[in-house]
């Protein structure tokens, strides 16, 4: 499913993150899927449960996944969402 590059600058965390946000985008990964449980990806990978959890909470972060109490983690459907730098450059109506 995922291949880490231990070699590469980018931080494994930042590697799960973009490697499942892709699957998302692609539609190998469809709305509703539950995505593996945190041991279960950190075994699969050989990383530590600590990088899963961060990856998977900066996904719930963006949107992208869902925390389902005592279930587990689920590919949400996508949101369209201005980005974070367009939503700063734009000027406060009455401020200053």
Do not use: N, W
Not at 54 to 81: I, K, W
């Amino acid at each position: 499913m995922l291949e880490l590059s231990r070699h590469s600058g980018v931080p494994l965390v930042d590697q799960i993150c973009e490697q499942l946000t892709q699957l998302v985008r692609r539609g190998q990964l469809p709305v509703g899927t539950r995505l593996p449980s945190i041991r279960k990806l950190a075994r699969q990978l050989g990383a530590s449960p600590f990088t899963v959890v961060d990856a998977y909470d900066r996904l719930v972060a963006r949107g992208v996944v869902e925390s389902r109490a005592g279930r587990g983690f689920f590919v949400t459907p996508q949101r369209l969402s201005a980005p974070l730098v367009a939503i700063e450059a734009h000027p406060q109506s009455g401020s200053e």
